[in-house]
């Protein structure tokens, strides 16, 4: 790998471990194994998920619940989120729970969860910890993270899993299952973050070419389940970045489970005056 894109990725990790590496990606659904004894959908794999995304904006907004796991240090984290998104405009709001560490607390951020607002170029967090008031919010430029915000703030944009799809080279049907009563087609493949950032929406083309530049590769491994609709009910992606310190390579395993379809997603920015402007410790 070049050093330079080793040397991009360390600030990478360094953002990650100060939300991430206190966290832990939980399974976001499990999908039952007794698939239905069906022949395989039509259209080629390839081509149907490539349009995927295209269900849920059709669709509006969703719950979800996702999960981020990674090892550091020997020791295996899961991080939880869960919260709602609007697939139009492209905005969220998560409730992310790190953690606890081995003396049962919560991680560094205290008891309570961290929210996140998801918004096109920007992730705001609260109680984010690290010296940031209670009351202020902290709001980092995705354009800024070499992961595409991918798994930065410890939780996947749903619509950026779903347009990592846009990017499939190669992929085939599994079987039928059911992903949290739904019955769903599962297919497993393989993504290409570079082709996915040239076929994405304009909010996540930036985001996506980021991310694969940042990361160790830009193949990104998947299982995702479709339902009778199209859309997805579940995706997992696993990524890979370098490690800052020993150049090696950490894998991310990031799920992300989608649900009751058309639920509200009223999601509304911060004001400027609520936005911390000091500066944030290292935790």
């Known amino acids: 790998m070049a050093r330079g894109r080793q040397h991009r990725r360390t600030h990478g990790v360094t953002a990650v471990a100060g939300v991430v590496c206190c966290l832990g990606l939980g399974a976001a659904g499990c999908a039952r194994s007794d698939a239905v004894a069906q022949g395989p959908p039509a259209g080629d794999p390839v081509q149907v998920l490539r349009t995927a995304a ?75 910890g690290a010296g940031v008031p209670a009351d202020k919010w902290v709001r980092v430029d995705t354009a800024t993270l070499s992961d595409g915000n991918l798994v ?75 339902d009778d609709e199209g859309r997805i009910r579940k995706i997992r992606h696993r990524f890979s970045f370098v490690n800052g310190e020993r150049q090696e390579p950490v894998a991310v395993a990031s799920t992300t489970l989608l649900y009751d379809f058309g639920a509200p997603a009223d999601v509304r920015l911060p004001e400027d005056e609520d936005i911390y402007a000091g500066r944030i410790a290292q935790e």
Do not use: C, W
């Open 54 to 128: 295209d269900a849920l904006v059709e669709a509006g907004s969703s719950q979800t619940r996702t999960s981020l796991e990674m090892a550091t240090g020997g020791t295996r984290v899961t991080i939880r989120g869960e919260g709602v998104y609007d697939y139009r405009k492209r905005l969220g709001r998560l409730e992310v729970r790190l953690p606890q560490d081995p003396a049962g607390a919560a991680g560094a951020a205290g008891h309570r969860p961290i929210t996140e607002l998801l918004a096109p170029g920007a992730l705001y967090m609260k109680n984010r």
């Open 152 to 226: 930065t703030g410890g939780a996947t944009d749903p619509f950026a899993a779903a347009e990592v799809l846009r990017g499939t080279s190669s992929a085939a049907f599994v079987g039928r299952t059911e992903v949290a009563g739904a019955r769903v087609r599962h297919y497993r493949g393989t993504a290409d973050l570079e082709a996915a950032s040239q076929a994405a929406s304009e909010v996540n083309r930036g985001p996506l070419g980021a991310a694969a530049k940042g990361f160790a590769t830009a193949r990104v491994p998947f299982d995702v389940y479709l």
